[in-house]
């Protein structure tokens, strides 16, 4: 049995228990973040714990905890939970709730005592042979809210967009909001167009991934043309590649869009590239050369 963080105790799993008045349980009332993690190492902590810190500024949330705080569970729990599978890859889960309250009542409570979760999960290894299959999207209308830039653990528009894609044998949804591309219901989404990598600008209509910024760094890094700009529903059917980006998933090639190859139906040449960019950038992580 695993051993999860949960206000301040390390238990295992089937003994971490919360109220049911808790404000998570009963509004979704809390943020999170999902942190991969290479040979012990955790990738771009400092940019996960600025993003938890953004959602919990954008909810009106204290930070229960400090930096040093949040990393030293997350250390602990790496080594307290080493991989039964294959590998050592990982992601640590975290959730921050507002508490319980003693009613249930939309407003918030005087005093919020947060409720503070973290687990850590195995992550299959990502091969790049499995990964150069691709998976197929199609494209949805986006009817979540107006706040998708906050890591909200109220997931139920990005749950049902997904299993609408599932229904229709894809594995996920491209989001369209008045014309254009925002991103995939768990994941961002780049296409390239006209030989130049795109991906919608941040704004309050997707979340802003950490792989996302990432792969935006390391395309200046080794003179990848990219913008990050608005592009329409149109553009992306012409697209000679579309990648699905996310931490648990990395970059994941689109071979096949509403029904339709994309290009040859086949993982392009710039996702090839990209993908040894990404792994070499992890292999650094593992051995210690970069945090
Ligand atoms: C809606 C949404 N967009 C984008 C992402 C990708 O973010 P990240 O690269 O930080 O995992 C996720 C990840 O779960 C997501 O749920």
């Not at 943020?31 to 012990?40: L, N, Q, S, T």
């Not at 991989?83 to 709730?97: E, F, I, R």
Request: proline share 4%; glycine share 6%; aromatic share 6%.
């Amino acid at each position: 049995m695993s051993n999860v963080y949960l206000n301040g105790e390390y238990l295992p799993l089937d003994q971490a228990k919360i109220s049911v008045l808790d404000r998570g349980f009963l509004f979704a009332d809390g943020v999170y973040e999902v942190i991969p993690v290479y040979g012990g190492r955790l990738l771009r902590m400092r940019e996960h714990m600025q993003r938890l810190q953004n959602s919990l500024d954008a909810i009106r949330l204290e930070n229960p905890l400090t930096n040093t705080q949040w990393l030293e569970i997350a250390e602990k729990l790496l080594l307290d939970n080493p991989n039964s599978g294959p590998g050592d890859d990982k992601y640590v889960y975290l959730q921050v709730t507002r508490g319980v309250a003693a009613k249930r009542n939309h407003g918030f409570p005087d005093e919020v005592n947060q409720t503070v979760f973290m687990m850590v999960n195995e992550m299959a290894p990502v091969n790049k042979e499995e990964l150069r299959q691709g998976v197929s999207a199609i494209t949805l209308d986006d009817i979540r809210w107006k706040a998708c830039h906050v890591k909200s653990i109220s997931l139920l528009g990005n749950i049902l967009l997904r299993q609408q894609a599932h229904d229709n044998g894809a594995a996920e949804a491209i989001l369209i909001n008045e014309g254009l591309v925002t991103e995939g219901a768990a994941s961002n989404v780049f296409a390239v167009i006209d030989d130049v990598l795109v991906t919608a600008p941040m704004g309050n209509r997707l979340l802003p991934g950490i792989t996302r910024d990432l792969i935006l760094e390391l395309a200046a890094e080794n003179n990848i043309n990219y913008e990050e700009r608005d592009f329409t529903e149109q553009e992306l059917l012409t697209a000679s590649e579309i990648w699905f980006s996310s931490s648990t998933k990395e970059i994941l090639p689109v071979v096949e869009l509403n029904g339709k190859p994309v290009a040859n139906g086949q993982s392009g040449p710039i996702w090839e590239k990209m993908i040894d960019i990404y792994q070499a950038c992890k292999a650094k992580l593992r051995s210690g050369e970069t945090s």
